[in-house]
């Protein structure tokens, strides 16, 4: 008994400590972050000063995984991916955990390499951090996502399946559907897509995007009608189209589409 009680004893002491460490740790870490946030703010952001100051902090300190991510970011704004993903990679090879996500969103958003970003969305589920903190959005949504981009639709099916399975019907994106169903109508599987979009339509009926693809199906299936009847409803609720400022999303929905389809269906 005294022998227990002392081995527990052992183990409480050794996981208050390493408690204690990761606390320091993220202290330190956020203190760092925000002494080079200062530093970097008088130097002017975007400005020469500033890529030599932070280049001069990413060489100081070569184990800290937010200054390299830190500089990748103006340089996407600028569009200069080649110098961007190279340095958002170094982060990603400190700190995989935060910034595996973000970096695949950017492969696959910016640069359509989906087989890379296909990597790092597994990446993150792998190290069990599937939400990315900079761009929102889970790894696991977003791998079926590239799985549909590369017309690997039925293994996009089942990733979204699995998601959904996991986290539950409300406990996914409502974007999740539309992707899957999208899928699904690649495949021909048109009441199974129309499914999904009304899964969307019966938690958000203002869904623009679910009535597109939805006049997209009936149109396959030769219902002019119902298609009509589809687009009027997107454009009835075209100010409600999935918005990205930095950016257009997969499969992005414009109005023009909807008129496009609304005038092959209507007229």
Not at 93 to 114: E, H, S
Not at 237 to 250: S, T
Request: proline fraction near 3%; aromatic fraction near 14%.
């Amino acid at each position: 008994m005294k022998k227990y009680s002392y081995v527990s004893i052992v183990i409480y002491i050794l996981l208050l400590y390493s408690l204690l460490s990761i606390n320091a740790c993220q202290q330190n870490s956020q203190a760092n972050e925000d002494s080079f946030r200062a530093e970097l703010a008088q130097a002017g952001y975007g400005s020469p000063n500033w890529y030599k100051t932070i280049d001069q902090l990413i060489e100081k300190h070569p184990d800290n995984a937010w200054l390299p991510y830190r500089k990748a970011v103006p340089l996407f704004r600028r569009g200069d991916y080649i110098e961007g993903i190279a340095s958002l990679s170094r982060a990603v090879a400190i700190d995989p955990t935060t910034y595996a996500n973000y970096r695949g969103a950017v492969r696959m958003t910016d640069l359509g390499d989906y087989e890379g970003a296909i990597q790092d969305f597994q990446l993150a589920i792998d190290l069990k951090n599937h939400i990315d903190i900079i761009i929102p959005g889970s790894a696991y949504e977003r791998k079926g996502i590239a799985q549909k981009q590369l017309g690997k639709y039925e293994e996009a099916i089942q990733t979204f399946d699995k998601t959904i399975k996991k986290f539950g019907i409300n406990g996914v994106d409502i974007y999740t559907f539309m992707y899957r169903g999208i899928a699904k109508r690649e495949l021909g599987q048109y009441e199974k897509a129309l499914a999904d979009f009304q899964i969307i339509i019966d938690k958000w009926e203002k869904c623009p995007e679910a009535y597109y693809h939805r006049g997209l199906v009936y149109i396959e299936q030769g219902k002019k009608e119902e298609a009509c009847t589809a687009f009027k409803r997107a454009l009835l609720y075209k100010n409600y189209i999935h918005g990205n400022p930095g950016g257009a999303y997969i499969d992005q929905l414009y109005e023009a589409d909807i008129e496009r389809m609304f005038d092959k269906a209507c007229r």
